[in-house]
């Protein structure tokens, strides 16, 4: 398994208004590459990294927001967005194909810095996405083609380096990608056998898991 690079370390997300053309939003959205050469990343966040809806966010489940920078191409071609980091208030602005969702697992762990993380569920694009970039469909699009990113928890809290790499320490036996659980959610969601894996993986985070639960008991 290879480790990740990491294009940039964001944080700051202070909340403002978002206004597109079909709705506002106070948000925390965007966020900002770090100046300094180390942050400290703690149980449920970076230090100064702030979460205006923590209803849907925040949490050690949600420690870290990641998405692969590889995409912004992508959608730049079809949709005409010019993206760069933190385009999606991702915390870590990844690159390679280590890093896309099909390639990395539900419990894979890996060091950051003096920390330890885990993968903990995809990321389940918003529709402050669609009001960032005035696209309501946006979102949408995302959850189609699975490339909506993914969150880590924290296992050890520690010193990160914006220069830092996200070091594969070990995989989960069930090998259970990011690119599945969303295909399972999105497009084979009465999927009975699939389901009861996701529901059986304790890795997966609390609030996927309850919903996947749910989707059980209605099949």
Not at 59 to 87: R, T, V
Not at 136 to 152: A, I, R, S
Not at 159 to 165: A, E, I, N
Not at 166 to 192: Q, T
Request: proline share 4%; charged share 25%.
């Amino acid at each position: 398994m290879n480790n990740i690079d990491i294009v940039s370390l964001n944080i700051l997300g202070k909340p403002e208004i978002l206004v597109a053309d079909h709705q506002s939003v106070k948000t925390a959205y965007r966020k900002v590459p770090i100046e300094a050469d180390n942050i400290e990343l703690g149980m449920t966040s970076f230090a100064g990294d702030m979460v205006q809806d923590k209803k849907h966010h925040g949490g050690n489940d949600k420690a870290i927001c990641c998405y692969n920078s590889d995409h912004f191409i992508k959608w730049k071609n079809e949709l005409g967005f010019d993206l760069g980091p933190a385009a999606f208030g991702e915390n870590l602005t990844l690159k390679g194909e280590s890093a896309c969702e099909r390639n990395v697992y539900i419990g894979d762990r890996y060091q950051l810095g003096e920390a330890v993380v885990e993968i903990s569920e995809p990321r389940g694009p918003c529709f402050v996405i669609g009001i960032r970039y005035n696209y309501k469909k946006f979102p949408v699009h995302l959850q189609q083609t699975g490339l909506t990113g993914y969150y880590l928890r924290t296992i050890k809290p520690g010193l990160v380096c914006k220069t830092d790499q996200l070091v594969h320490l070990s995989s989960h036996p069930e090998k259970i990608s990011v690119m599945d659980v969303n295909h399972v959610r999105y497009h084979d969601p009465e999927n009975k056998e699939w389901i009861q894996r996701l529901v059986n993986l304790k890795e997966l985070s609390a609030d996927w898991h309850e919903m996947f639960e749910k989707k059980l008991t209605k099949l």
